[in-house]
């Protein structure tokens, strides 16, 4: 992934393609190239870096003579940032070029194949597969070929082909990855997103799942996945580009709160196999390696503790193995008892937050081995560790982290299970009874947006107006309303602490009057009970109270102002269905008070300074 844009036309179409991948860099990339139809050959340029190295390398496009052509800005997944894992990727004898956002899951048993048929792949990236995979079907039909290949990949895919007999068409294809069509009389459009096309043509439409399109100057075809014919209504897009970088949403926190269900479905999916097994690519983890640990170190900033936090509670619980949670900023300066008994587990977005990764190798040169979790491939975290689990999120751009944090959090799930599964803690039958419910929560998520959101829409108006808000829970409750209090006043600017509910009458029950916000968080069972008590201490202080849980608890109606209910999941993956309403109070609640929700005040995406 990330952004995709092709043309064929009566334009030269270097340089369309140049400006339609500028109109996607919002999105975030590591490089960029064009693949393009130039006297019976493709030609492809590509380069590690900014589109500005791309554009130089062609002379703005106008180099490159040719009025057809496939263009891609690549945020990695698999494979560093490099020319060679650069888009397009040209099948081994020259015949295919592709693009390709999203990520083929089975890649590694196609490439084995493809391998023993001996086939050399140029690139480390998932996607050469499918080029390769087209070159191997090719028959002298190419939607059957196109057809053949699609039929063998797992995963999701946005792909934009082209093919060296076909000099005047090429072919889109879409599964669970965003692709469009643009139609215009000087030519046909495909792209990722609507900025990269709207300044040629306002008329589009959307392909629908497993739908083909076959484009040429002047005409469009689409076919289902059984390469039927499909008749597409065409829409006039009304939006101006600056509204069309988020899908028409306000801001991008809320575009990235939308795709939390992609997001997780692209890093949980891929790490399940057809039998129930757990595939941790980048991990090699033993039994033995586990049994050695004495200890067990999560270290991280911000949302990122947060989720250690959850990891702390999750981890203890499957692998009786003592976890510590660390912030970043503090352990290598507190002497920490670290050794080649212990494992750390790094989490970081960017996989560049200075602090983090001043604590990898404090601990790496104590002799702890180093499993980190970021979003960036080739970032210094991924790099300088001896295991690396990349979250699958895409680009994020708001500066408040939403869909980072609930991939982060899946892969704690993930590692937990792992590590108890090679401990033989749970019966086989168990873990797979986990991981098919872990593989619903995408789906939950989903609900929960739809069916949460108008609520919290109507709490933020009538509470936009607080300064203090207080959040409560036990055990994961607890680390979720860490999170829950950091969203808030970090983009409302709303004074917010998070306590530990039991933690209330030592003090903090003080500053509890008429009229001061607290959300309780009452997911956990087996201390709701506790829970409802505290939240009746703060109710008969004045407190207007909250409450977030799940739909079965519905008695804690009668100690609460409001109450979030949540569908029922298994309380091992509570936080990742509780922590997505208290993302949207944040949101809705700065959105109401007036705040730069995107960009808020003092703070920055990436923490690259201690």
């Known amino acids: 992934m990330c952004g995709i844009v092709g043309y064929v036309g009566k334009e030269q179409v270097a340089p369309i393609l140049l400006d339609g991948l500028s109109r996607l860099e919002y999105r975030g990339y590591d490089s960029a190239g064009i693949a393009c139809m130039e006297n019976g050959t493709i030609r492809v340029n590509k380069a590690k870096g900014r589109l500005q190295v791309l554009s130089d390398m062609i002379d703005g496009g106008n180099a490159v003579a040719s009025t057809l052509g496939i263009g891609h800005t690549r945020w990695a997944t698999h494979g560093k940032p490099s020319d060679e894992n650069s888009h397009p990727h040209m099948s081994q004898k020259g015949k295919f070029a592709i693009v390709h956002n999203g990520i083929i899951e089975n890649y590694s048993e196609i490439k084995a194949s493809l391998i023993a048929d001996g086939v050399q792949f140029a690139s480390e990236t998932d996607s050469e597969v499918i080029c390769n995979l087209l070159e191997k079907f090719y028959e002298g039909d190419l939607l059957k070929a196109v ?73 469009v075809r689409v076919f289902n996945s059984d390469l039927e014919p499909v008749i597409k209504q065409a829409e006039e897009i009304t939006w101006d580009v600056k509204s069309a970088e988020k899908d028409g949403y306000d801001y991008f926190m809320e575009k990235e709160i939308m795709e939390q269900p992609r997001a997780l479905h692209d890093t949980i999916s891929p790490r399940i196999d057809d039998h129930g097994e757990i595939v941790l690519d980048g991990v090699h983890l033993t039994r033995e390696d586990i049994e050695g640990y004495r200890r067990i170190y999560i270290t991280a900033c911000g949302s990122a503790y947060h989720v250690g936090m959850v990891g702390k509670y999750i981890i203890e619980k499957m692998t009786r193995i003592p976890v510590e949670v660390d912030l970043a900023s503090e352990f290598r300066y507190r002497d920490p008892i670290v050794d080649d008994k212990t494992l750390m587990i790094i989490i970081s977005q960017s996989g560049e937050t200075a602090d983090t990764l001043a604590a990898l190798r404090e601990g790496k040169k104590r002799g702890a081995r180093i499993l980190s979790i970021v979003n960036v491939v080739g970032s210094s975290i991924a790099n300088e560790s001896d295991d690396v689990l990349y979250t699958w999120a895409g680009p994020e751009i708001a500066v408040a982290t939403t869909k980072a944090y609930s991939t982060q959090l899946s892969m704690m799930y993930l590692i937990a299970l792992y590590m108890a599964d090679k401990l033989e803690l749970m019966a086989k039958e168990e873990i797979r009874t986990l991981l098919a419910s872990l593989i619903q929560v995408p789906e939950l998520v989903e609900q929960v947006i739809e069916t949460t959101r108008p609520q919290i829409m109507e709490l933020a108006k009538q509470y936009h107006g607080v300064e203090h808000a207080y959040y409560l829970g036990r055990n994961v409750d607890y680390a979720v309303a860490m999170e829950a209090s950091l969203k808030l006043k970090e983009v409302s600017y709303v004074h917010s602490e998070a306590y530990a509910a039991g933690e209330l009458k030592h003090g903090t029950i003080s500053l509890i009057e008429e009229g001061t916000l607290v959300v309780a968080l009452a997911g956990c069972h087996r201390v709701i009970e506790k829970t409802v008590s505290n939240i009746q201490e703060v109710k008969a202080r004045g407190a207007k109270v909250i409450v977030v849980t799940t739909e079965d608890n519905t008695g804690v109606e009668k100690v609460s102002d409001h109450v979030i209910y949540l569908p029922k999941v298994k309380e091992l993956f509570l936080p990742s269905v509780e922590v997505v309403p208290m993302q949207m109070l944040g949101f809705y609640l700065a959105k109401e008070r007036g705040c730069d929700v995107d960009k808020p005040r003092n703070l920055a995406k990436s923490v690259t300074v201690e």
Do not use: M, Q, W
């Not at 039929?151 to 090429?170: K, P």
């Not at 739908?211 to 040429?216: A, C, F, G």
């Open 147 to 219: 057809k053949k290949t699609v039929d063998v990949l797992e995963g999701s895919y946005a792909l934009g082909i082209i093919c060296h007999e076909y000099e005047d068409r090429f072919i889109a294809v879409r599964h669970a990855s965003p692709l469009i069509v643009g139609l215009s009389d000087k030519g046909n459009f495909v792209a990722s997103d609507i900025p990269a096309i709207l300044s040629y043509t306002r008329k589009i439409y959307h392909l629908g799942e497993g739908e083909i399109v076959e484009l040429t100057g002047d005409k």
